[in-house]
Nanobody, 124 residues
Framework: QVQLVESGGGLVQPGGSLRLSCEAS????????IDWFRQAPGKEREGVLC????????FYLDSVKGRFTISRDDGKNAVNLQMNNLKPEDTAVYHC?????????????????WGQGTTVTVSS
């Protein structure tokens, strides 16, 4: 049984940083593209960033370029999302997910494995 577990969310002031982690069991993440999605209150879930098995990043949101980075920690079977210079509009529940492909597709309808999410609140 595949389980993805996100952690690292919390309350942060604008301009602050958070590092989210997605750890997996039942699936070796390094073989697959892993995505981070987010869902703000009252809005649809949207793709944020993806990392391919080779380590290449794909941004789905221009608004996070230069602020967010994604990386792998194969030793922990995890993928991390480093978020810097956070803005109130980054407030959302952040989920990691995979469609078990070797490339970043961004097609939300194809994702079969999802974490439960971790909440990020950016507010002063």
């Amino acid at each position: 049984q595949v389980q993805l577990v996100e952690s690292g969310g919390g309350l942060v002031q604008p301009g602050g940083s958070l590092r989210l982690s997605c750890e997996a069991s039942g699936l070796t993440l390094r073989y697959y593209a892993i995505d981070w999605f987010r869902q703000a209150p009252g809005k649809e879930r949207e793709g944020v960033l993806c990392i391919s098995p080779s380590g290449r990043s794909t941004f789905y949101l221009d608004s996070v370029k230069g602020r967010f980075t994604i990386s792998r920690d194969d030793g922990k079977n995890a993928v991390n999302l480093q978020m810097n210079n956070l803005k109130p509009e980054d407030t959302a529940v952040y989920h990691c997910a995979t469609d078990r492909r070797s490339y970043c597709s961004g097609d939300i309808t194809e994702y079969s494995d999802w974490g439960q999410g971790t909440t990020v609140t950016v507010s002063s």
